[in-house]
């Protein structure tokens, strides 16, 4: 799950706290707890926190989808205590042996970890191996100062008389999922004729997008280049807060909804201090602030009550009920499943729009 960029307040913010860590917080006998996650996707204001409270120095690496996460890992990179995948890579991470088994007596906070999230939509509803830790749906933002006749559905990538003003999400299983929903179908789906139907119907889009963009589309859309942009849901959050013509659509065919978990490598040089950290990001109050900073929802049901009233109310967050039983989180599908998507991924990134 990519997360929105970083202005440039954040930006500062982030690098201090960083900065004053490293200046202040360890000599050579403290433990170092090493991170691996999605960009900007933690509070900066928390790491000092953690860091004095297990007295310990936090090293955080980056990476910017789940399959560049496995390469490294797989390529040998290794030291890292805690990953955050989302949940259909936490599937193949375990199948894999790669994943260590969770000591829930370590991890106290999970009691206030929300059952019915657990139960619905959860692949590992047991926390045996993972802890979620955020959850989003992607959509649509559109400028409603600039775009007429907007439906809440998939569709509107077909609207030629936005041409070059639109980006779809530069990801295969987002993007052909969007298609998948506007036919009727699932965005888990191996069928073959299922998938070239929503080859066609991407390439279709794809005629009327400016690209494919994953990076810098909430930053296009509230600066006024696209008028309707593809993303998630606490980007497209994040773009409205520095634009009020940007309105969000969780589009009515249903969409993909996904969470990112904590787990600990099978290696991790630290488990205590990486079930210590997972205990501390289930805090209800350390929950409620990262939603405040990352716009995707903690599914920690007494961190509920601490957010925002402008994020309760956001249906963007928390999903219309109606909408959330047509939506899919996205599945590991396996070798051959996974290997469909990328040969009809390649198909329509080759194809030609003229």
């Not at 509107?156 to 070059?164: I, N």
């Not at 995707?296 to 249906?315: C, F, G, Q, S, V």
Request: aromatic share 10%; net charge negative.
């Amino acid at each position: 799950m990519k997360i929105f960029r970083i202005t440039l307040p954040r930006l500062v913010l982030a690098a201090a706290l960083l900065g004053a860590g490293a200046l202040t917080s360890c000599g050579p006998e403290k433990e170092v707890l090493h991170v691996f996650t999605w960009d900007d996707y933690i509070n900066p204001e928390l790491i000092p926190r953690f860091e004095k409270e297990h007295h310990c120095k936090l090293v955080i690496d980056t990476f910017d989808s789940n399959e560049s996460m496995l390469a490294k890992i797989k390529a040998g990179a290794s030291g890292y205590d805690i990953l955050v995948p989302s949940s259909y890579m936490v599937k193949i991470l375990d199948k894999q042996g790669m994943l260590q088994p969770l000591d829930h007596s370590k991890i106290i906070n999970l009691s206030h970890i929300d059952t019915e999230y657990l139960s619905e939509t959860a692949f590992d509803k047991e926390m045996r191996v993972s802890v979620p830790y955020m959850f989003a749906a992607t959509g649509f933002a559109y400028l409603e100062d600039r775009v007429e006749n907007v439906v809440p559905s998939w569709k509107m990538f077909d609207r030629a008389d936005l041409k070059g003003r639109m980006t779809l999400l530069n990801d295969q299983r987002e993007t052909i999922g969007a298609a998948l929903k506007t036919l009727g179908y699932s965005i888990n789906t191996t069928d073959d004729a299922e998938l070239e139907k929503a080859r066609e119907v991407v390439i279709g889009w794809k005629k009327n997008i400016a690209k494919f963009e994953s990076d810098q589309y909430d930053a296009g859309i509230a600066s006024g280049e696209f008028v309707l942009v593809h993303g998630y849901s606490g980007d497209l959050f994040q773009a409205q807060e520095e634009n009020e013509k940007v309105a969000i659509v969780i589009p009515e065919e249903g969409t993909s909804i996904a969470c990112d978990d904590l787990v600990i490598p099978k290696d991790a040089p630290n488990p205590n201090l990486a079930h210590a950290f997972i205990n501390f990001l289930c805090e209800p109050e350390i929950a409620a602030k990262n939603v405040g900073y990352i716009f995707y929802l903690a599914p920690n049901k007494d961190a509920y009550p601490l957010l925002d009233a402008e994020i309760r109310e956001n249906p963007a967050i928390f999903l219309d009920r109606a909408v959330l039983g047509r939506s899919e989180m996205i599945d590991d599908l396996g070798a051959e499943g996974n290997a469909k998507y990328t040969r009809i991924w390649d198909q329509i990134r080759a194809a030609t729009t003229e």
